[in-house]
């Protein structure tokens, strides 16, 4: 008999602790949730502003946009004398594309991770946005110029060199799981868990971390720091989830990923949406979350609606379990 410890599980095991996988999302979940004459809410960044403009949601600050190649060369005038701002493909997607200037020399700036990008560099990359190289399908994109956003200061310490985000996925209006992502020396100093950023899952009703997982392996220390990623309690948590739901609320879509930072001044801001949001928040939470879209559909309409959301959250946490085990 060999008792040795198995990494790993089989598809009908997953299954049977509720792990939704990627063919069920698409064809389960968001086919069945999400209406394709809504995408442009999501897909286009901003469209997305505009949205959460409209409803009184925060956003950063658009300094300004470029569309057209003839405009590149005109960009060190049109940025002015800013040394910190953010450029990034309007329909782009999963982080790619996005420059995070925290830093200038001259016409050099430098990346949140301390890179230095010569200002030739930088008019390729605008060009290549704008060609399309970032966005969904290939299209012709525009660049957005927009405010860097301070991180909170209690989120400075368990991040390097970027600023941490938090995904909160909703499912017919209800926040049904959330994150937090961490940036590594990594992952350069993105938010991003494909480049080796950290994700820490996030307790609904009261917005404290735990668990944590770098690179599809659980981890309970930052691998920079060693900073304990559990027991976090992250700061203006109520309001993230109000602005969640009043985003989802507007945006109409059944299954949806908003995407927030913390702001050190003005609190949570909404970085972006997505309609395809990626599966490895269940990671983090060593959960599947399956069991939760199905507690949601079971409830009467009238208790996944306005203020009645906030029972549902805290039911949400009292049946979840800590941990999935193999």
């Not at 494909?194 to 609904?204: N, S, Y």
């Not at 983090?284 to 959301?309: C, Q, V, W, Y």
């Amino acid at each position: 008999m060999n008792n040795s410890k198995r990494f790993w599980a089989w598809p009908d095991e997953l299954h049977r602790r509720g792990i939704l996988g990627i063919n069920q999302r698409n064809l389960d979940v968001i086919f069945e949730c999400n209406q394709r004459a809504y995408y442009p809410r999501v897909d286009n960044k901003l469209l997305t502003k505009e949205i959460c403009q409209a409803n009184g949601i925060k956003v950063p600050e658009t300094y300004f946009i470029i569309t057209e190649h003839s405009e590149c060369r005109r960009f060190i005038d049109m940025v002015g004398d800013r040394t910190e701002f953010v450029v990034k493909p309007s329909s782009g997607a999963a982080g790619r594309g996005i420059v995070v200037v925290a830093g200038r020399l001259g016409n050099g700036f430098f990346t949140s991770s301390g890179r230095l990008i010569e200002w030739t560099d930088l008019r390729h990359h605008l060009s290549t946005i704008i060609s399309g190289l970032y966005s969904l399908g290939g299209q012709a994109d525009s660049v957005i110029v927009e405010r860097r956003i301070v991180s909170h200061p209690l989120l400075k310490s368990i991040a390097v060199e970027g600023t941490p985000d938090i995904r909160v996925i909703l499912y017919r209006g209800v926040p049904v799981m959330a994150m937090i992502r961490l940036p590594t020396k990594m992952s350069g100093g993105r938010a991003n868990l494909h480049q080796g950023a950290i994700a820490a899952a996030i307790e609904l009703n009261t917005g404290r971390t735990y668990g944590g997982v770098c690179r599809d392996r659980a981890i309970s220390t930052h691998p920079d720091t060693n900073f304990p990623i559990a027991g976090i309690e992250l700061p203006n948590w109520k309001d993230v989830l109000e602005e969640a739901m009043k985003l989802s609320d507007a945006l109409e879509m059944g299954y949806v990923g908003i995407d927030f930072v913390i702001d050190a001044d003005t609190g949570p801001v909404v970085l972006e949406a997505n309609a395809r949001p990626g599966l490895a928040i269940q990671l983090a939470h060593r959960e599947g979350i399956m069991p939760r879209l199905k507690f949601i559909d079971s409830l009467p309409l009238a208790d996944r609606t306005g203020e009645n959301r906030w029972n549902v959250i805290d039911s949400i946490t009292t049946k979840s379990s800590d941990f999935w085990r193999v």
